[in-house]
């Protein structure tokens, strides 16, 4: 039987207000628009990591965590090794966004879009299964809707 490491993450659907209503923070990271996410260091609990991973990979600052949204699994492979990735996932709200691509992580770009524009640039399906979950959380939420 092939070992399997497994990898726990925590990551984010970074959002705030802006004139055209609610917008969420996409990466654009090896040619592909994602979410921001990470590994989880040892000495740190999911939700510490996934703030440390969006503040890392956005440059936003004062991120605060308004609700868990679920958490997605999958395989990956690297050097031959097999992993399994296990990501949380938490609605994020970015206070001051000082935005800067982490150029060691392969981010070039990033870019605010409607909730609609991320479901329909975000490149892995799963990540389309987190924002449906974050759309859903918005809807009950009044501290995230759109004016």
Known sequence: MEKVILIKAGGGVVYCR???????LLIH???VWDLPKGKVERDET??????REIEEET????TRITGYLGTTEHFYRENGIKYKKITCWYAMQCRMADLRPQKEEQIDELRWMTLEEARNNVYYSNLKKVLSWFGEEAEKKSDTNPE
């Open 18 to 24: 802006k004139s055209g209503g609610l917008q969420v």
């Open 29 to 31: 990271r090896r040619g």
């Open 46 to 51: 999911v939700e510490e990591g996934a703030v």
């Open 59 to 62: 440059g936003c600052r004062g």
